[in-house]
């Protein structure tokens, strides 16, 4: 393979503009309603369009939403069945609406202990820990929280009171979880709280397809599972990948912005166009109220902080898919100096990096993608962080 390698062994990025590379990372961890559309991260055009396939790439439903894979001149039957085969098994386990999915098991335990698979305490592992580093900006116990919000998607009509939030958030301390990993138990700790890792559970899916892909001596590969992207290897001329971000303002349009030199790399968007619904009269510019999908765990309500979308790029896709959700809820400020601190290494193995979108038309990206990052639409200003 042509994949560059540092010391340890782990990918990196090509050095393209001057010394610089985004961060290395180590392997050893891998890994909601943030199902971003297709085109939340847009492959840029002309990177696949004149690749010759063994076999044509395949979209399957699995994890909520549709799950694309493109392993060009290397796809073969077997390969894609392989992969599709792991999304199969991951789903099973985190399908929030299987009552024989592990999360779903749990769930319904009402706190006592729950025997689930390896690939579960893995992903859980990750995600209390992730918590843990972002003060529960992420947290995988708001699962009553989010389950009030889902029933009112399906029911526009009510959304839930502010009794009700409150009562939910009490059975919300990610804290109270206990993880046995020697019984392979989980124990809420709480018998009315619940779990959700649907935002972190595509990441965990993609690095599960990554280590097939490495296995698998493909060269070049684009993983689309409903918006999270992970782009492995190089193109067929050895070049690195090139991504669009949404314009969160128009999201079926032109991107606003591009990055370059991406490879053996995740990179995860939450906004807020998607897993959205309106109140009232069903249309936002009716006089229908705006609801999008990433919850504040300390207010129980969508975030209100600004932000439009919070791009996360990093080669651990798990902790980009949480991370995404972390950075849009703790805000622009306070995201980028906890990167800045290095928080996240024992998370990610390096520092993830991120680009924000805010409703001033700014915007943000750590420094580690000057070089990298352009902005496509005139409409918006860029600084470095």
Known sequence: MCRKSDASGNPVFPRTNSDRLFFSVRRGKTRNRKIIAAAAL????????????????????????????NLYESGTESKYGKIFAR????????????????????????????????????????????????????????????ELWRNAKIHTDRIPSKTEIRNALAHADFRKIRLDEQAGTVCMGDAEAKLDLNAIAKGFAAD??????????????????????YVFGTKKDRSPWKLGIKNPNAPEGIPAVSISGLQDTAVVTSGIYDGFFTNGSGDKNAGGVFFHHIIDPETGFPADNGILSM????????????????????????????????????????????VSITNDARISASRGLEGYIGVVLNDYTISFR
Request: aromatic content about 4%; proline content about 5%.
């Open 42 to 69: 847009i492959l840029s055009a002309g990177t696949m369009s004149c690749e010759k396939r063994q076999r044509e790439p395949e979209s399957r439903e699995a994890l909520g939403t549709v799950c694309s894979v």
């Open 208 to 229: 599960s397809i990554a280590e097939i892909l490495a296995q698998g001596n493909v060269k070049g590969a684009t993983v689309n599972l409903g918006g999270h992207i």
């Open 87 to 146: 999304l199969d098994e991951i789903d099973a386990l985190f399908n929030l609406s299987s009552p024989a999915s592990d999360i779903s098991r749990v769930n319904a335990a009402r706190g006592a202990p729950v025997e689930v698979a390896p690939d579960f305490i893995k992903v859980l592992s990750e995600a209390l820990e992730i918590a843990r580093v972002t003060e529960g900006a992420f947290n995988p116990a708001l699962g009553s929280v989010t």
């Open 311 to 354: 791009t996360v790029v990093c080669r651990n896709a798990a902790a980009a898919d949480a991370l995404g959700t972390a950075f849009f809820v703790m805000g622009k400020e306070k995201s980028f100096a906890m990167m800045g601190e290095g928080a996240f290494d024992p998370v990610a193995g390096g520092r993830p990096l991120a």
